[in-house]
C-alpha cells in the first residue's frame, strides 16, 4: 500500500489550483439518470471516488466517456439496462445511494444495497427513505438492499427533514424534478454542491426555486433533457490548501478559489492571525509573522464551518499559542486523527464531541496513519510544521478526494513524496 513521506520546515510559496468538488461531481453524475441525453460535467476531479461512482452508473446502464485526461465526463443514459446498486459497489462508497432517487423517478424502481457503516458513525439513511416515502415510494428493506417502486410515478409532496442532510436533500432533489405536482423540501441543505446541483438540474430543464436556503420548490416536469455543466470548486480542497502555508509558513495563492464558498472557514482562520485576501484569480494565504491564535470552532451545517474541515482546523491549532475548543456536531466519532495527532506530539484532550486542544511548541514527524479522508489530510498537514520525517499510511484514502495532492503541495516547495506501497 502506498504511503506519503513528508519532510517538515520549508515554507512553502506558490499557487496551487482548485479542482472541481468531489462531493458536487458525486450527485451530478447520478443526476444524468434522470434523462436519456447526455450530460457532459466540466470541472470534473480525477479521483478515485468519482472513478467508483462511474463503475456504479455503469452497472445501470450508463455511457461514460472520459475526455480531456478525465477533466469532462459525458454520462449517457439513453437506456437503464439494471435498476439494481450491487452491495459490490456501494459498499465503497456511500455517495451511492445517490442513485437511488433517480432511478426511482426515470423507471419507477430502484433496488439499492443500504451502505455500509462508516468510520465516521453510524451515519444511517433513514431521511432519504422517509422523503421518497413522502413521495409515494414503496420501500422494502430486504437482503441488506432497499427495494423502492413508485409504478404509477413519484407525486410531489412536503418533505421536512428532521436534521440538515445533503445528500437526503440531494436525492429527494432529483426524484422530484420529474414527480408529478409540487414538491417543497424544507430544512433542506444550503450547501454549494446543493445549488450547483439545482443549476445543473435547471439547465437540465427541471423548475426548482430556493436552493442555497432552507425552502427548495421544486414544480415536476414530465421529462428532463441534456445539459453542459462545470462542477463548482472543491471548498474543502480550498480550505484544506488554505490550512498549509498557515501551518507551514509562506504564502499562497488558491487558484479558482471564493471566499463565498468558505466563509466560516476563512472567519476563523483569520482569527487565527492568518491573512487571507481576494486576487483576480482566487485567494491568496499568508501566514504572517505573528504567532497562531487560539481559536473555538463549532461544526454545523452550511453556512456553518464544515465537518470536513475540522481535522484540517485541529491540525493548525495544535502549533496555536493558547487553547482551542473544537466541536463536532455532524458526526459521532469524528477525532480519530486526534490521537495520531498525539503521537506526533499534540496535546489533544477528547470527551464526547469536543476536542480541547493546547497548542505546543512544536511537532515532531512520526509514522502515522487515518482511517479517513479528511483526517489523513490533516496528518500531512501536521507533518509540513513537524522536525523531521513523518510518514502517512493508508494514502487511498487521501486519492478518494484529493487530486495530485503530493504535486500540488510540491510546486510550492514542500518535502512531499509518495512510496510506491511495491518498493517499501
Ligand atoms: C455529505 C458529504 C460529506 C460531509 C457531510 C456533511 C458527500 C458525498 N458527502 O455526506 O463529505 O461530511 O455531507 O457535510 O456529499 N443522517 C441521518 N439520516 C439520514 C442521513 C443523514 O441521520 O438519512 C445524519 C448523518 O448521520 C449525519 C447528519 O445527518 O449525522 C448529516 O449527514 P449528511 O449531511 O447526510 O451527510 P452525507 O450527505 O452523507
Redesign the pocket.
Known amino acids: 500500500m502506498d504511503s506519503i513521506l513528508v519532510r517538515g520546515g520549508s515554507e512553502l510559496h506558490g499557487s496551487i489550483p482548485i479542482s472541481g468538488a468531489?462531493?458536487?461531481c458525486?450527485?451530478l453524475m447520478p443526476a444524468a439518470l434522470l434523462t436519456e441525453e447526455p450530460l457532459t460535467l466540466t470541472n470534473a476531479p480525477r479521483l478515485s471516488?468519482i472513478r467508483t461512482m462511474r463503475a456504479l452508473l455503469e452497472s445501470l446502464g450508463c455511457e461514460v466517456a472520459s475526455l480531456q485526461d478525465g477533466r469532462v465526463l459525458v454520462v449517457g443514459t439513453e437506456k437503464i439496462t439494471s435498476c439494481r446498486a450491487d452491495y459490490e459497489i456501494v459498499r465503497k462508497?456511500?455517495?451511492s445511494?445517490?442513485v437511488l432517487g433517480p432511478l426511482l423517478a426515470r423507471e419507477g424502481e430502484a433496488v439499492v444495497s443500504l451502505p455500509g457503516g462508516?468510520a465516521?458513525?453510524?451515519?444511517?439513511?433513514?431521511?432519504?427513505?422517509?422523503g421518497l416515502e413522502a413521495l409515494g415510494a414503496a420501500l422494502e428493506l430486504r437482503d441488506g438492499y432497499i427495494h423502492a417502486s413508485a409504478r404509477n410515478g413519484l407525486k410531489g409532496a412536503e418533505v421536512e427533514?428532521?436534521?440538515?442532510?445533503?445528500?437526503?436533500?440531494?436525492n429527494i432533489l432529483m426524484a422530484a424534478t420529474l414527480a408529478a405536482g409540487t414538491t417543497v423540501l424544507r430544512n433542506a441543505?444550503m450547501?454549494p454542491?446543493i445549488v450547483d446541483l439545482a443549476t445543473c438540474l435547471r439547465r437540465m430543464g427541471a423548475r426548482i426555486e430556493g436552493d442555497g436556503t432552507g425552502i427548495i420548490v421544486v414544480e415536476g416536469v414530465a421529462r428532463l433533457g441534456g445539459a453542459t455543466h462545470a462542477v463548482v470548486a472543491d471548498r474543502?480542497e480550498l480550505g484544506t490548501y488554505m490550512l498549509a502555508p498557515a501551518i507551514a509558513g509562506g504564502e499562497v495563492e488558491l487558484v479558482g478559489g471564493r471566499i463565498d464558498l468558505v466563509r466560516a472557514f476563512c472567519e476563523k482562520l483569520a482569527a487565527t492571525g492568518v491573512e487571507i485576501s481576494e486576487t483576480a484569480n482566487g485567494l491568496l494565504v499568508s501566514r504572517g509573522n505573528g504567532a497562531l491564535k487560539p481559536v473555538d470552532v463549532t461544526?454545523a451545517?452550511?453556512p456553518g464551518f464544515?465537518?470536513?474541515l475540522q481535522a484540517q482546523m485541529m491540525a493548525l491549532l495544535t502549533l496555536a499559542s493558547g487553547v482551542s475548543r473544537l466541536e463536532e456536531r455532524?458526526?459521532?466519532n469524528r477525532f480519530m486523527h486526534a490521537p495520531e495527532l498525539a503521537r506526533m506530539g499534540a496535546d489533544i484532550e477528547v470527551h464526547g464531541g469536543v476536542a480541547t486542544v493546547t497548542g505546543v511548541d512544536r511537532l515532531r514527524g512520526a509514522p502515522v496513519m487515518a482511517t479517513d479522508?479528511?483526517a489523513s489530510v490533516s496528518l500531512i498537514l501536521a507533518g509540513l510544521a513537524a522536525e523531521g520525517e513523518t510518514r502517512v499510511a493508508r494514502v487511498y484514502h487521501l486519492d478518494r478526494g484529493y487530486e495530485h495532492l503530493e504535486h500540488k503541495l510540491s510546486v510550492c516547495g514542500a518535502n512531499i513524496t509518495r512510496i510506491d506501497g511495491g518498493r517499501q
Not at 120 to 130: E, F, T
Open positions: 468531489k462531493n458536487a458525486l450527485t471516488d462508497m456511500r455517495a445511494i445517490l462508516c465516521i458513525g453510524a451515519r444511517p439513511v433513514d431521511m432519504h427513505l422517509h427533514f428532521p436534521v440538515v442532510s445533503v445528500g437526503a436533500t440531494e441543505a450547501e454542491e474543502i461544526t451545517p452550511h464544515p465537518t470536513d455532524i458526526f459521532e479522508l479528511r
